[in-house]
């Protein structure tokens, strides 16, 4: 289970990935960067050029795992699913749709964070996997995102990464409760054990 750098590293993780599989075939044509954006430089209208950006537009705590606690762990982890919109930026529809397919060709292609994607910043266990998903958006939600935001809008698509198990930081101070099993004759004092018959 991550620490509280797991959102971070997710996000620096799936940009990292993007940037050093650009092939050289498209980058001749396309010179692209790849930018993790907050929601303040989205906000600001980040004015990029010819990129692919990914913008953590929501969290959410996963309904499957809400209420899950794994076996001797002290408290259940925080699971969370977070939800991406990439975006291409560019100045013609050739870079922005080029830029574009291949970023969705590729994430489909390689939809697994593992440890060997994963910063070790964010305290993944070696045996963490991520997957990232398609999410669909209705026309109305995507332009609620883009609504919200400086830029008009520009070619996205929203992808959803499950699931992120928080650690819980709490020190471990409660007692183990412990089980007894009792025979009915003990919980009586002046009632005697049954002899044979």
Sequence with gaps: MANHAAIRSVGNSIVGFLESRYPPEIRI????SFKLLSSGELASDPELTTA???YLYRISVSEHLR???PRGE????????????????????????????WAMRTLHD?????????????????????HIAPEELSHEDMMRVW??????????YSYVVRVVLVDSERPDDSE????????????????????PT
């Design 110 to 130: 390689f939809p697994i964070l593992d440890s060997s994607t994963l910063p070790t910043d964010g305290g993944w266990a070696n045996d963490e996997v991520l």
């Design 67 to 69: 209420n899950v606690r």
């Design 74 to 101: 002290r408290s259940s982890p925080l699971a969370l699913d977070l939800h991406y919109l990439l975006t291409a930026w560019a100045s013609s529809a050739d870079a922005e749709q080029t830029l574009m397919a």
């Design 52 to 54: 692919l950006s990914l």
């Design 176 to 195: 183990r409760v412990r089980a007894t099993r009792l025979e009915p004759y003990e919980l009586d004092p002046n009632r005697r054990e049954p002899g």
């Design 29 to 32: 044509d396309y010179e692209a």
């Design 147 to 156: 609504d919200a935001v400086a830029p008009t809008y520009r070619l996205s």
